[in-house]
């Protein structure tokens, strides 16, 4: 037993004890390298990911801006660059300047028209720490979407229209273009009250003829709403309708109009022209002294007589306010051309 122990005392432990000590740093320093490996890449990631707020930017500001170009004919080719540089014109803004054409979707059509606008935006961000594990470049896209949606509620309607009957058969038949928005003395409605002109009362205060011609001139200020109740104005209001209407007619100073031109036209116009109106499309009350309101719709402005007459064509378009969120073209009420863009990814 002494021999045993006396052996045991001569055996190297503490060579043991260093040796182990040796593999524990080797081990430490491994993990290290790894943990700030997984760092550095989380950093990275982390990094790049962040970037991707400015791709979601660029991108939205692409669809949404150039997206009031829509709608826009399938066949027009014109039109179809025109809305595809402009998103690449606010991608550039924003800080993206390898966006392309390829990159721009037009779709969902209706009626000819295309009504959606999709933007894709790639970008290859330049990995730093995550290098060591071979990562150059992380290469990220984000895309947005905008869609026109009818337009529910809406300021700025001029104080004149039509029916619903009537707009839904000028859509289905393509008979858009000098439509009567009121009428005047000698070709009323027929068979309606012998006192409506096609003149409304927007505010249901009876203001009478001095608003009625700066809602003609101007617009009305307050919001209109699918569904609201409006009073008929009695009587053929030629005075303001004339005035109104020269006001806002003159008021034109694009293509020429202040040089002799003609201005603006359903077929060349800035978007924001005053000759441009937007009209409620109604159906009668039941007492036929009030109108109910199904909808909006664009009218260029285009003729006046002294007795109170007004037409215009009409126009697809964007405008402000708030919108159905429904697509163009589903057969849902309330869809007579005017549109409220939407992002809808």
């Known amino acids: 037993m002494t021999k045993i122990i006396n052996l045991l005392k001569k055996f190297p432990f503490r060579w043991i004890k260093k040796s182990e000590q040796g593999d524990a740093l080797i081990i430490v320093a491994v993990s290290m390298v790894f943990i700030m490996g997984m760092l550095a890449l989380v950093i990275d990631l982390g990094l790049a990911f962040l970037s991707t707020g400015e791709q979601q930017k660029a991108a939205d500001a692409a669809v949404y801006s150039a997206g009031r170009l829509l709608p826009i004919e399938t066949g027009n080719t014109t039109k179809i660059n025109q809305i595809k540089n402009s998103s690449i014109n606010y991608a550039s803004l924003n800080g993206f300047n390898d966006l392309t054409q390829e990159d721009i979707i037009l779709g969902k059509i209706s009626n000819g028209q295309y009504t959606e606008i999709r933007v894709t935006v790639d970008n290859a961000v330049p990995m730093h720490f995550a290098k060591i594990f071979g990562i150059d470049y992380l290469d990220l896209s984000r895309t947005a979407v905008a869609k026109l949606s009818p337009v529910i509620r809406t300021t700025g309607v001029a104080p004149i229209g039509l029916t619903k009957d009537e707009m839904d058969a000028r859509i289905a038949s393509n008979n858009l273009t000098h439509v009567t928005l009121k009428y005047g003395v000698q070709d009323r409605t027929p068979d309606e009250s012998p006192s409506f002109f096609g003149a409304l009362d927007l505010d249901g205060q009876g203001g009478g ?52 031109g003609d201005g603006c036209t359903s077929d060349n116009f800035e978007p924001t022209c005053p000759r441009i109106v937007k009209v409620p499309v109604y159906s009668y009350g039941v007492d036929k002294k009030t109108v109910v309101v199904e909808g909006f719709a664009a009218f260029l402005l285009e003729n006046q007589t002294n007795d109170g007459y007004i037409t215009g064509s009409f126009l697809n378009m964007v405008s402000n306010g708030a919108s159905s969120g429904s697509n163009v073209g589903e057969g849902t009420d309330g869809d007579f051309g005017l549109y409220n863009l939407i992002l809808s990814e």
Not at 233 to 249: I, K, L
């Open 209 to 260: 003829a001095s608003d009625y011609r700066i809602w003609i001139t101007q617009g009305y200020a307050g919001e209109i709403s699918v569904g609201d109740v409006l009073l008929e104005e009695s009587g053929n209001m030629v005075g303001p309708t004339y005035q109104g209407f020269e006001e806002r007619y003159t008021a034109c100073t694009h293509f020429g109009a202040l040089s002799g």
